[in-house]
């Protein structure tokens, strides 16, 4: 049975490369478009460093299917199959990128059977390099990595983000969920401004959980295999099993601290990542009956 672990070699070296292309825009001026919304960003940079990652990986590897961030804003479907796909985030952090503000990643996930294979993130500004393949373990720059272990959500950092919705449910759903675990309380409450390494942070142990609703699946795919590697869980916002295309994740240190975010946390509607856009948005209204 094939390992991957060519490819996982394959995927970092790339990000290595793209890297160099990331941060030499990041110093300059960029040209920004808007996407679903005024706080959905994306540049040149996203677009030209997710085609470079794809046509070195289909070079190599013909017979691979992708899901990429800008090739899905550009119209194609996200369609996970059983075969080898890779699900690609040129720039994670897109907002921060435009500002400077010195959080940025690319992330890449590889799925077989609709499994998660491995995940690499690269936060190009910090030069760490985080990635786990299924059952060795996850590491940030050949290092182990494990999260923090801890059972006691009163002494959690939980890192979340705002997102790019501004529709008033989102935005009263968002503010009122991070009041709830104020009042918890938690140690404290942190947003990088990208999903994926915010997750790495539960990995790593700096931060003790994370939730999420309304990203996609290029945004976590990768980290979540990262943080399950280094130890920690991953489940949806209401409590049952992580599926990459709900638009909503909670990670956390331990089963204790995930199931009690999840008993807090409302979820509002999202339209599943792989539902097709002609349809009605789906996900009820809010979850976990609070
Ligand atoms: C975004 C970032 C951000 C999160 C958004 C994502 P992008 O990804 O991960 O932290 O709040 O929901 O869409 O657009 O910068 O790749």
């Keep these: 049975m094939a390992n991957w672990t060519d490819c996982l070699n394959f995927g970092i070296s790339l990000c290595k490369q793209a890297?160099?292309?990331?941060?030499?825009?990041?110093?300059?001026?960029?040209?920004?478009?808007?996407?679903?919304?005024?706080a959905d960003l994306v540049t040149e940079t996203d677009q030209r460093v997710e085609k470079i990652l794809i046509a070195a990986i289909r070079n190599r590897y013909p017979e691979h299917r992708f899901i990429g961030e800008e090739s899905v804003a550009a119209g194609e479907r996200v369609e996970l199959t059983d075969h080898p796909t890779w699900i690609i985030d040129p720039i994670d952090g897109t907002v921060n990128f435009v500002h400077r503000f010195p959080f940025v990643a690319i992330s890449i996930a590889f799925a077989v059977n609709k499994q998660t294979e491995f995940g690499i993130v690269y936060s190009c500004v910090e030069d760490k390099l985080f990635s786990a393949q299924r059952g060795r373990g996850a590491f940030l720059n050949g290092a182990p990595l494990h999260a923090s272990g801890q059972e006691d959500v009163s002494r959690c950092v939980v890192v979340t983000e705002i997102g790019a919705e501004r529709d008033d449910l989102a935005l009263s759903t968002l503010t009122s969920n991070i009041f709830r675990l104020l009042k918890l309380p938690v140690h404290g409450v942190r947003a990088l401004g990208t999903a994926a390494v915010d997750m790495c942070q539960v990995a790593a142990g700096g931060a003790d959980a994370y939730y999420h609703i309304g990203m996609h699946c290029w945004d976590i795919a990768a980290a979540a295999i990262i943080v399950k590697e280094a130890g920690g869980v991953v489940m949806d916002t209401d409590g049952s099993e992580f599926d990459m295309m709900s638009r909503r994740v909670i990670?956390?240190?331990s089963d204790a601290v995930a199931n009690r975010i999840a008993q807090v946390i409302q979820a509002f509607p999202c339209r599943r990542d792989d539902e097709d856009s002609d349809k009605c948005v789906c996900g009820a209204p809010s979850v976990n009956g609070v």
């Design 19 to 38: 890297s160099e292309v990331v941060l030499t825009a990041f110093q300059q001026q960029k040209d920004v478009k808007l996407k679903s919304s005024p």
């Design 251 to 253: 990670a956390a240190s």
